[in-house]
């Protein structure tokens, strides 16, 4: 255990004892939780701060390099330790155990395979690559020399991928000939050499060989194992300043161009693993397993950084939860006997729709935790996942932060704070969330909902957009000066639990008068026959705006009258200006793989738009924009 025993609470009253020094004494608090790491050189200040540039150093002036905490701190106290099991796409293969002492190696090999293509501090790498171990020790090599990682999710496409590379003007690309996903092979060489053809800034590639496609490398590229095969295994870390870029991280885009959140050293690595230790609840034995894709920030906090900087057990898994059949994931828990398990309600509900059969084969019983993350879970999915996979005996921490937010903010702490379905619960140490009304006041009540907004930074803050510093101010600290604003409405409830409502830039003004969208959706959700809805809004002759419902149902067949008892609903529960003009029957909505709503394609959709819809590559499932629009 990294951390002081003083500074994990056991239970509720410890929890609010250590909350309320983290917000009383912030500078005191993080310098005790900063204590828990190796530096190379200590820092002259804790945070030195001001919301109206905006800027945020923590733990100013302290040298440090995150994998020498990730990495070699553990080699020499538990070398032989698992850090990283990998489970293959398919079934028949074996399951790799990869020790922290092998990992290291790997990491310090492939840090000079960097160094021999002209890797230096400060360079960016794109890193486009299936969830294999070298994805992992890619990451981590990039941090061991300096450079500054831009992983792009390997189900991009090539324009989605050039843009990311062109904007952060990365020198090196690492890809591999393909992906195994499912029964399916993915070509990512050729999307890569599509993507270059529209970026300058590259000056080699490097391919990991991953599905013998037989593929002949064009000029500036070369094999992984080749260039592996050139160097030894002995690489010292360089040393960074706490507030050297770490990684740049593109958010999905649900608005406009993506913006490449740029992330430190220092203080990235103390509220990730401060975190982590914190909400899993993880012991030293444990095994946890997180099933995002590195590629989004949460791969990037839970399944590489907070993990191994605790010394943890932390897997990865190739494949997708469907295939061979829809129990892969619980076949996987007993396989490896899993005891964190940390996923999102778009996986939660899709396989809460198959029988129970896939999950009763399975032997669920190391199971001690569960956790949601991505979007705020439903009643429906939260007690399915309660009763069938935790059998009522496992916490389930349903966790709100994002990609700018580096770590989770607002969650329960397994086995420490009590959980409520649908809740978010109670904030992290040192996080101070605060709700304005309509007119960006604060207020302190209860049992009312409002607009989120953070009081005071927290370690983990992106530092900037990456090339457009005015960008970052204006969307997160312009709208509420001096606090950085998500994006997202809350509810808190009389207990001080958080619950989130969705994006609050979802107001749509219906005749004059600003309806919110969420507490809308909520209402249709209630109908017994819905599963899930989307409202967005668009231009209307009479109201200036109208309200455009999509809507999926549980049922197909009992369509009679329910787009009548579905504005009944809303005319009773909020009233008859809330009723959208029009309800469509869908059979899914446009997500992100984080389990974002893509809310400008429907708005696209509701505007009677039918292509156009920019790119729809980076959606789970990019199909259904077709379906929709052919049933508009």
């Known amino acids: 255990m990294i951390f002081k025993n003083n500074l994990i609470p056991k239970n509720l009253d410890e929890y609010h004892n250590l909350y309320k020094q983290s917000v009383e004494n912030p500078e005191s608090f993080w310098a005790d939780v900063a204590e828990s790491f190796n530096w190379n050189k200590k820092w002259s200040k804790v945070v030195d701060f001001d919301f109206s540039i905006p800027s945020f150093e923590w733990f100013k002036n302290a040298k440090l390099n995150i994998t020498e905490n990730c990495l070699d701190r553990h080699v020499e106290t538990h070398p032989d330790k698992t850090a990283i099991i990998f489970e293959p796409n398919d079934i028949n293969q074996t399951a790799e155990h990869i020790s922290y002492k092998e990992l290291h190696k790997r990491v310090c090999q492939f840090s000079n395979v960097l160094k021999n293509n002209n890797i230096q501090k400060g360079d960016r790498v794109c890193i486009y690559l299936p969830m294999v171990p070298e994805l992992a020790i890619a990451v981590l090599a990039c941090a061991r020399v300096g450079a500054v990682h831009s992983v792009v999710f390997a189900g991009f496409s090539s324009s989605a991928l050039s843009a990311r590379i062109n904007d952060a003007s990365c020198k090196m690309v690492l890809t591999s000939d393909g992906s195994f996903r499912g029964n399916k092979t993915i070509d990512l060489k050729s999307i890569v050499d599509e993507a270059l053809k529209d970026c300058n800034c590259v000056d080699s590639v490097i391919v990991l060989n991953r599905i013998n496609s037989g593929i002949t490398l064009n000029q500036n590229e070369k094999w992984w194992n080749d260039e592996l095969d050139k160097v030894d295994d002995n690489f010292p870390a360089e040393i960074m300043d706490s507030e050297d870029p770490l990684f740049i991280l593109y958010t999905s885009g649900s608005t406009g161009k993506p913006k490449g959140m740029v992330h430190s050293s220092g203080g990235y690595m103390v509220y990730t693993a401060y975190s982590f230790k914190n909400v899993f609840d993880y012991d030293d034995d444990d095994i946890y397993w997180c099933t995002a894709d590195i590629g989004w920030i949460t791969g990037h906090s839970y399944i ?247 809507v999926i149902l549980k049922d197909d067949s009992k369509i009679d009258d329910i787009k009548t008892e579905i504005n009944q609903l809303i005319s009773k529960t909020i009233g008859p200006i809330a009723k959208p003009e029009k309800i469509q029957l869908v059979p899914g909505l446009p997500k992100t793989r984080s389990g974002k709503i893509m809310r400008r394609i429907l708005r696209k959709i509701a505007c009677g738009e039918k292509d156009n819809f920019g790119d729809i590559s980076t959606l789970l499932n990019p199909d259904i924009v077709n379906e929709i629009v052919q049933g508009s």
């Open 304 to 550: 590489v950084y907070g993990p191994l900087l605790n010394g943890a057990t932390t897997m990865m898994f190739e494949g997708v939860p469907s295939y061979p059949d829809f129990g892969r994931f619980w076949e996987i828990c007993e396989k490896h006997k899993v005891n964190q398990f940390y996923t999102a309600p778009t996986a939660i509900r899709a396989l809460a729709k198959h029988p129970l059969d896939y999950v009763n084969k399975y032997d669920l019983s190391s199971l001690k935790v569960l956790g949601t993350v991505g979007e705020p879970i439903n009643e429906e999915a939260w007690n399915w996942y309660n009763e069938n996979i935790g059998k009522n005996k496992c916490p389930i921490v349903d966790t709100w932060w994002q990609t700018e937010t580096g770590g989770i903010m607002i969650t329960s702490l397994a086995n420490v704070t009590d959980g409520k379905p649908t809740f978010a619960t109670k904030p992290m140490m040192g996080i101070q969330p605060v709700l304005f009304d309509e007119n960006g006041n604060e207020f302190d009540d209860n049992n009312k909902n409002g607009i989120l907004g953070i009081k005071y930074p927290w370690p983990s803050i992106a530092r900037t957009i990456y090339g457009n510093h005015v960008r970052y101010k204006n969307v997160y600290f312009s709208a509420y000066p001096g606090y950085y604003f998500p994006g997202d409405g809350a509810f808190r409830d009389e207990d001080g639990n958080y619950r989130i409502t969705g994006r609050v830039d979802d107001v749509v003004i219906v005749s004059g008068h600003n309806l919110g969208t969420a507490p809308i959706e909520d209402v249709i959700n209630m109908h017994e026959n819905v599963v899930e809805s989307a409202l967005v809004g668009y231009p209307h002759d009479i109201k200036g705006n109208a309200l455009y419902a999509f």
